[in-house]
């Protein structure tokens, strides 16, 4: 099999290209975010957008070593990087720096700080796709499903020890990637089916939402063939479900913090707090409106410049997209986001190796949902739990780690062809 001319050969070069877009469209806004007369350039050290700059041209540097590293390099030491990736998660608990409530950055001065949990993505989605894309693995065996959540559940307590809740859930994206190898879609759908009836038991009273389940589990009874095996699971699930309604009390007071539990009434409408924790996403959806169909322009957005909007240049950055671009610049954005995962979902099924295809649904999966949620909570439609709108926001953590998560996969792909 010939052997590639060089680093570039076989390049996804539409990847590449969209990957270029976001930093484009992500370090113009962080710019526009904050602009003022008395910092004009666009390359200010001081300032946050000459910083991301920094960060850039290092993911630039990054894209050289992924791209001369020999492919087969990422899973062979995966399991390394793993190992390393939770010593890293569990000093950050001893020795980190509490930052807006949660101890998870590791400060190596004033103006360099590191978040492990951004390298815990990485690494946990490369083991899962080395041990998933093993020969002798089978998603069926209970023992195989166990180890698998087990790598993924690992990284993700100890994010939420950490405080970070909402980056927790990232690492629930993997179901997908389960999901894709074999997983019953049942479990999806158990699990979706908890979210709701976890927000329906906040909403109303636990004792009518078991009515209503008792109800829907009397239907199904009927609707069954009713054998004895059916019936015992039926019993198994009506009384795991009635057990989570009765925990979600529990749950919401001991296990959230104050904060938390504030940002999911305001996200539920029980209560108003214009002032408060709804803060953030008020200012957010009246910058997003005043944008309009077609933007302010280009430097011209008023409440994200003037700080109206809380973590403009992070969290919040869809909110600079909205106002300066309106409604055509964020569809845009959006629609440029969905071309990237169908990209990405279509590159990975042409992979030859098991390893390439399973690691390019973990990148799908982490995208999907970091994409969903910090949109989402920009308009309304998801609670505030500080995650980045992924090669967009501000932050050289963010984005070194998702530009090695992406040009992982790029360079697995430009390999295929020498995979048997």
């Given at each position: 099999?010939?052997?590639?001319?060089?680093?570039?050969?076989?390049l996804?070069?539409?990847?590449?290209?969209?990957?270029?877009?976001?930093?484009?469209?992500?370090?113009?806004?962080?710019?526009?975010?904050?602009?003022?007369?008395?910092?004009?350039?666009?390359?200010?050290?001081?300032?946050?957008?000459?910083?991301?700059?920094?960060?850039?041209?290092?993911?630039?540097?990054?894209?050289?070593?992924?791209?001369?590293?020999?492919?087969?390099?990422?899973?062979?030491?995966?399991?390394?990087?793993?190992?390393?990736?939770?010593?890293?998660?569990?000093?950050?608990?001893?020795?980190?720096?509490?930052?807006?409530?949660?101890?998870?950055?590791?400060?190596?001065?004033d103006?360099?700080?590191?978040?492990?949990?951004?390298?815990?993505?990485?690494?946990?989605?490369?083991?899962?796709?080395?041990?998933?894309?093993?020969?002798?693995?089978?998603?069926?065996?209970i023992?195989?499903?166990?180890?698998?959540?087990?790598?993924?559940?690992?990284?993700?307590?100890?994010?939420?020890?950490?405080?970070?809740?909402?980056?927790?859930?990232?690492?629930?994206?993997?179901?997908?990637?389960l999901?894709?190898?074999?997983?019953?879609?049942?479990?999806?759908?158990?699990?979706?089916?908890?979210?709701?009836?976890?927000?329906?038991?906040?909403?109303?009273?636990?004792?009518?939402?078991?009515?209503?389940?008792?109800?829907?589990?009397?239907?199904?009874?009927?609707?069954?063939?009713?054998?004895?095996?059916?019936?015992?699971?039926?019993?198994?699930?009506?009384?795991?479900?009635?057990?989570?309604?009765?925990?979600?009390?529990?749950?919401?007071?001991?296990?959230?913090?104050?904060?938390?539990?504030?940002?999911?009434?305001v996200?539920?409408?029980?209560?108003?707090?214009l002032?408060?924790?709804?803060?953030?996403?008020?200012?957010?959806?009246?910058?997003?409106?005043?944008?309009?169909?077609?933007?302010?322009?280009?430097?011209?957005?008023?409440?994200?410049?003037?700080?109206?909007?809380?973590?403009?240049?992070?969290?919040?950055?869809?909110?600079t997209?909205?106002?300066?671009?309106?409604?055509?610049?964020?569809?845009?954005?959006?629609?440029?986001?969905?071309?990237?995962?169908?990209?990405?979902?279509?590159?990975?099924?042409?992979?030859?190796?098991?390893?390439?295809?399973?690691?390019?649904?973990g990148?799908?999966?982490?995208?999907?949902?970091?994409?969903?949620?910090?949109?989402?909570?920009?308009?309304?439609?998801?609670?505030?739990?500080?995650?980045?709108?992924?090669?967009?926001?501000?932050?050289?953590?963010?984005?070194?780690?998702?530009?090695?998560?992406?040009?992982?996969?790029?360079?697995?792909?430009?390999?295929?062809?020498?995979?048997?």
């Amino acid at each position: 099999m010939r052997q590639p001319k060089n680093i570039f050969s076989n390049l996804d070069w539409t990847l590449v290209g969209m990957y270029m877009f976001f930093i484009l469209v992500g370090w113009l806004n962080i710019y526009a975010a904050a602009y003022n007369e008395e910092h004009k350039s666009i390359i200010d050290f001081s300032q946050e957008y000459g910083k991301q700059f920094m960060w850039i041209l290092i993911s630039i540097v990054l894209i050289l070593v992924v791209l001369i590293l020999d492919a087969k390099f990422f899973a062979t030491f995966s399991y390394f990087i793993y190992i390393f990736a939770i010593g890293l998660l569990l000093l950050t608990l001893a020795i980190g720096s509490e930052v807006n409530g949660s101890r998870s950055w590791i400060y190596f001065s004033d103006t360099v700080r590191f978040q492990p949990l951004e390298l815990a993505k990485f690494a946990t989605n490369l083991v899962l796709a080395r041990f998933l894309g093993d020969i002798s693995v089978r998603l069926q065996d209970i023992r195989t499903r166990l180890k698998a959540i087990a790598i993924i559940a690992l990284p993700a307590m100890l994010v939420l020890m950490q405080n970070e809740t909402g980056s927790m859930l990232v690492f629930a994206s993997f179901i997908f990637v389960l999901y894709r190898e074999g997983l019953s879609g049942n479990i999806l759908i158990f699990g979706f089916a908890l979210i709701v009836l976890f927000i329906f038991t906040l909403l109303i009273d636990k004792f009518i939402v078991v009515a209503f389940i008792t109800l829907a589990a009397v239907i199904f009874l009927f609707l069954i063939r009713r054998s004895r095996k059916n019936i015992i699971q039926l019993l198994l699930v009506y009384g795991l479900i009635v057990g989570f309604i009765f925990s979600v009390n529990g749950i919401y007071e001991h296990v959230l913090e104050p904060h938390q539990k504030k940002r999911i009434d305001v996200f539920l409408g029980k209560v108003t707090d214009l002032k408060g924790k709804g803060y953030n996403v008020n200012q957010s959806k009246i910058a997003i409106g005043s944008g309009g169909a077609i933007g302010k322009g280009f430097l011209n957005g008023t409440q994200t410049k003037y700080k109206f909007v809380p973590e403009q240049n992070t969290d919040f950055i869809f909110c600079t997209i909205g106002e300066e671009w309106g409604f055509l610049g964020s569809g845009i954005v959006v629609i440029m986001f969905v071309l990237l995962l169908m990209r990405i979902l279509f590159v990975a099924e042409r992979q030859r190796s098991s390893f390439s295809r399973i690691y390019g649904y973990g990148l799908a999966s982490l995208l999907f949902f970091h994409v969903m949620i910090n949109i989402g909570m920009t308009i309304g439609l998801a609670p505030v739990v500080g995650i980045p709108l992924p090669f967009v926001s501000y932050g050289g953590s963010s984005l070194l780690s998702f530009t090695v998560l992406l040009f992982v996969f790029i360079k697995q792909d430009a390999n295929r062809m020498q995979v048997l």
